[in-house]
């Protein structure tokens, strides 16, 4: 299968090689007890992952979405298709998202737009693929890494405030792959949006990807953002009440139960999935997320953990550069490995 897709990596680490989960050797449980059973936007999935924003408006789109939304049905995963803006101005590619709520029709189902789009797009991306909820994108560097791209970015969070008011399903603010702050979380927090999805530095980089396209920065950038692992911790150290999905870079299943045990809602999950898809085929993928599966599993047992809510109370060390970084912003790694 053949994708025309550029998923390719950047130099930065997502961080959680930093972050490290203990070993409980008398765990007291059996595999079968381990319930990884997740709520999310008023519907319970099993597990807390989410097969993140990737694409849509093409033929080969269409193929994708399918193939990803049997998958999230088949195990009871939430997905979120790509930027849904084509598919308002052409609504002859509508099929390409479409397909996704129809495929899963009982599933946790997510639209997405950009930050600077009309109130009146996400109403409709909402209604288009009947959403859950609607992931507005934040991407100001690979804007500025595009010829093409965006210069202006005034006027962005009244906007989101507006959409948050006029739109019928819960906001998510999402980052594209560069972290965000606590200061920026606590900016969306004032214009009403109480989901996160902090999108960190270590998977796709989109500012690297445009700028072997346009060499605006001379690849002077392509190191720039927040960690996930660091965003995250920021994020969750403000003590507020929100959600967090924890994505960018994430792969495996010890990296998905370390984001859950810092604090995070859900996991979100992009181009490990599409790379197999792309390289391996759909067999492949679908015996791959199986595995991926139980080993999550595997690895609550192995920390003691009978669902998510329990491995959130357990002991999880920050060290080396991850710990660096928290402690230059005021924030105490011991808050978690002391708990």
């Not at 995963?77 to 084509?86: F, N, P, Q, R, Y």
């Not at 950009?114 to 797009?121: D, E, I, L, T, V």
Request: net charge negative; aromatic share 6%.
């Amino acid at each position: 299968m053949a994708l025309a897709i550029n998923i390719a990596d950047g130099p930065g680490s997502s961080g959680f090689e930093d972050v490290h989960l203990l070993q409980d050797s008398i765990p007291d449980l059996a595999l079968e007890e381990i319930d990884l059973r997740t709520d999310f936007l008023g519907k319970t999935i099993c597990y807390p992952l989410l097969i993140n924003a990737l694409t849509g408006g093409t033929d080969q789109a269409k193929k994708i979405n399918r193939i990803l939304a049997c998958m999230a049905s088949k195990y009871g995963l939430a997905m979120a298709v790509g930027s849904m803006t084509i598919a308002i101005e052409e609504p002859a590619l509508r099929d390409s998202f479409t397909i996704v709520r129809e495929m899963n029709p009982d599933g946790i189902i997510l639209a997405n737009l950009g930050a600077n789009s009309s109130y009146h797009q996400a109403c409709e991306a909402v209604k288009m693929i009947e959403a859950d909820g609607l992931q507005l994108h934040f991407n100001v560097p690979q804007e500025l890494a595009m010829g093409e791209g965006d210069r202006n970015f005034r006027g962005i969070i009244d906007n989101v405030s507006r959409i948050v008011d006029a739109c019928p399903v819960p906001v998510i603010a999402k980052e594209v792959g560069f972290g965000f702050s606590r200061e920026t979380v606590a900016k969306l927090f004032a214009a009403g949006v109480r989901i996160f999805d902090n999108g960190g530095q270590g998977g796709t980089n989109f500012l690297a990807i445009e700028d072997q396209r346009h060499g605006m920065f001379d690849h002077q950038l392509d190191d720039w953002g927040i960690p996930t692992a660091a965003s995250l911790a920021e994020i969750v150290s403000m003590q507020i009440p929100i959600q967090v999905v924890a994505s960018g870079g994430i792969r495996t299943a010890l990296e998905i139960a370390k984001a859950i045990a810092m604090g995070a809602d859900m996991v979100g999950i992009t181009g490990l999935f599409l790379k197999i898809l792309q390289h391996e085929g759909q067999d492949e993928l679908d015996r791959r997320v199986e595995s991926l599966l139980y080993q999550l599993q595997s690895v609550f047992l192995m920390s003691g953990a009978r669902d998510c809510s329990m491995i959130r109370t357990k002991p999880v060390l920050i060290l080396a550069k991850t710990a660096e970084w928290l402690r230059a912003r005021n924030i105490d790694p011991s808050a978690w490995s002391n708990r």
